[in-house]
């Protein structure tokens, strides 16, 4: 060989080496790169062995790649799956391309389902990818599944993607939103269904709730394709996949469009009742002070023209007035009270009282009415049973009256006796109280028991003409015992009497520890009304109308108290400046300027550091009895409370409480002290 072929033969085999090394490490690349491929990488050769796997094979299967190695692809398809690969395999990718699915079986028994796509080598065997769809495919299902079951549903059903946006709605929100799928696929639900008076505030709130991946329930206003409105209530649900990811969410709206309408209409008509509440409460308390003015003079006249000299037919008259107007007082109260009951206006105090001295006032108010008809009143309480407790004195008094008169109302001849015992507890708490009212009277049959503790209820007819009475007494009697938590109950037969008895929850106290509830006005220590010279105190009487005001006057000059009157509250207030006054009786309810008014204005002057005249007492005279009265008047800086009718006990009862300042009227000052500024009064006029 020459030397040229020499050099010519290693020339070629020079470049063959490159060439082959080039080819080795290309292939080595190629290696490297289908190695960290997700998808798995496999060939077979012509008997479906193989020969070659990537990493993914490991990572999604299980299985090593040396032990898999000269092994069948077959063997690691599902059985059912098998015929599927061979027709793959045979037909090649040209047969197949939307990468059909095979369900394979995992190293640890579980069953992937993988996409896979082959193609044909030069010679024999095939190359091929496969890509775990297990979790897309499940999803998908489940979809399906979901979408099946949602389009037969009346609500609207929309899922979207994991950053919210549409991919499927049924046809119940196409009907009700004029939408179709198409129209809002890739969009957002609020771009599509939101409009100018949708809570933005809610919108931003749904907004975080998306973002944070939670599971939430609201209620929008969405609007139509057509641009109607209409309220939804929806439940939204985040979708996660294997590894937490949010995929997409599910809504399910419910149309509250007639609902929402109709709690419209129901808060209308809250509110119109309310309304009409309010009018009824305001027209109840109108009635009580317009009836209570003129029964004001008629009983208290009355009562004063029975303290006169008169003729045995005169007196005779007279005390018949008297008795018809306390007669038609109880009326008008067992009307009012009922219609505040019913109103759901009446309200209840919470006090100390003793039990005892309830049922004695109870007496002493009955008590001449029982000897009138020779009927013995008789009480008896049992030795176990607390002096005092906590509770309304005021409302168990009215009970009792009303049990008790009722008692002497259908008894001819006999007596009606007051029991008190205390009824056996297994736990702590309240003590079980009855209060039960025993009378000889002419008692009842079943089905006229029926008929009690009924509004304008009377056994019979004739019972109301014989006896009288409206018929509320039982039925007040009882709304208060079950305001009380209680419970009331009659035991009856006919002409051998009845037992009426009440059984309330009461909370025991210890007598010498009676937490009264107080008012610090009321609190002062008072000196006695008269001095050692027998001096009273000089009262002003501020009462607008004629009658009343002349009758309040004719019980203050009985009673040896020196007044003078005002006939409003400006009045009263420019001649409270003379500092002539110990005390004032003040009405409430006057034209020009009220009581009320009357008193915030005369302690503004006694506020001043000018004012050097004591405290001067201001004793409320209402016809307004309505709950929280007593309350108001305190607050405006009245030191007491006085309901019309006025009775001459209570009245000269809250007189002794107000202090002479003065030794006698000539030392009082006449004028106004020149060192205190002039008051300028606005006037309001009483509605």
Request: charged letters at 25%; hydrophobic letters at 40%; aromatic letters at 6%.
């Amino acid at each position: 060989m020459n030397e040229n072929s020499t050099l010519l033969t290693d020339i070629h085999i020079e470049a063959t080496y490159r060439l082959t090394e080039a080819l080795i490490e290309s292939e080595n690349r190629m290696r490297r790169r289908v190695e960290f491929l997700s998808e798995v990488v496999f060939e077979t050769d012509g008997t479906g062995k193989l020969v070659f796997m990537n990493k993914a094979w490991t990572d999604t299967l299980g299985y090593a790649v040396a032990a898999s190695s000269g092994s069948l692809l077959s063997d690691y398809v599902v059985e059912d799956d098998r015929p599927l690969l061979a027709k793959i395999i045979a037909g090649g990718a040209a047969s197949h391309p939307s990468r059909p699915a095979i369900h394979m079986r995992r190293s640890d028994g579980g069953i992937v389902c993988m996409e896979i796509a082959i193609s044909a080598l030069d010679g024999p065997g095939v190359v091929g990818t496969m890509h775990d769809v297990t979790t897309q495919r499940r999803n998908q299902q489940e979809l399906e599944k979901l979408s099946l079951v949602a389009s037969f549903t009346d609500n609207l059903v929309v899922i979207t993607d994991g950053s919210g946006r549409l991919e499927w709605v049924n046809d119940a929100f196409v009907k009700r939103t004029g939408y179709t799928l198409s129209e809002v696929v890739g969009l957002k639900p609020g771009k599509v269904l939101q409009g100018p008076d949708t809570d933005r505030e809610m919108t931003t709130l749904i907004g975080q709730k998306l973002r944070q991946g939670e599971s939430f329930q609201a209620e929008l206003l969405n609007y139509t394709k057509s641009g109607e409105p209409y309220w939804v209530e929806f439940h939204v649900n985040p979708i996660k996949d294997k590894d937490g990811n949010i995929v997409r969410f599910i809504a399910v709206q419910s149309d509250i469009t007639e609902l929402k309408r109709t709690q419209s209409e129901l808060k209308v008509s809250k509110e119109k009742a309310e309304a009409a509440s309010q009018a009824k409460s305001d027209f109840l308390a109108t009635m009580s002070h317009e009836i209570r003015t003129p029964m004001n003079g008629i009983i208290g006249m009355s009562c004063l023209l029975l303290d006169t000299e008169l003729a045995p037919k005169q007196r005779e008259m007279v005390d018949a007035v008297r008795h018809s107007g306390d007669s038609l007082m109880t009326i008008i109260e067992d009307i009012l009270d009922f219609s505040k009951i019913e109103a759901r206006k009446l309200d209840l105090v919470e006090e100390a009282f003793r039990l005892d001295s309830v049922i004695t006032g109870v007496v002493d108010l009955l008590q001449p009415k029982a000897a009138s008809r020779s009927i013995d009143l008789i009480v008896r309480i049992s030795p176990d049973v607390p002096d005092s407790f906590m509770g309304d004195p005021g409302r168990l008094r009215q009970i009792l009256m009303n049990l008790v008169g009722n008692g002497i109302k259908f008894t001819d001849e006999g007596s009606i006796r007051i029991q008190v015992s205390q009824l056996p507890t297994t736990t702590a708490g309240p003590t079980n109280l009855e209060i039960s009212v025993k009378d000889t009277g002419i008692g009842m049959t079943q089905e006229q028991q029926s008929q009690l503790f009924q509004p304008f209820m009377q056994v019979d007819s004739s019972t109301t003409r014989r006896f009288g009475g409206t018929g509320l007494g039982l039925a007040i009697s009882k709304r208060l015992v079950e305001l009380m938590g209680g419970s009331i109950g009659v035991e009856s037969r006919r002409q051998q009497g009845s037992r009426f008895w009440v059984r309330l929850p009461l909370r025991a106290i210890k007598s010498q520890k009676m937490p009264f509830k107080e008012d610090l006005r009321l609190r002062e220590v008072i000196a006695p009304p008269s001095t050692a010279s027998g001096i009273k105190p000089r009262l002003l009487l501020v009462e607008d109308n004629e009658v009343n005001a002349r009758m309040a006057m004719m019980m203050l000059e009985k009673n040896g108290y020196p007044a003078e009157i005002a006939r409003d509250g400006e009045i009263a207030v420019q001649r409270f400046l003379s500092g002539m006054y110990d005390g004032i009786l003040m009405d409430c309810h006057m034209p020009n300027m009220d009581g009320y008014e009357a008193t915030r204005a005369i302690r503004e002057i006694e506020s001043s550091p000018q004012w050097k005249r004591p405290h001067c007492r201001i004793i409320a005279m209402t016809a307004n009895v309505q709950a929280g009265e007593r309350e108001r008047c305190l607050a405006v800086g009245m030191d007491d409370y006085l309901s019309k009718p006025l009775r001459a006990k209570p009245l000269i009862e809250a007189l002794n409480h107000v202090q002479v300042f003065t030794a006698a009227p000539s030392s009082r000052s006449s004028s106004t002290p020149a060192s205190l500024p002039r008051l300028h009064l606005e006037t309001s006029r009483c509605i």
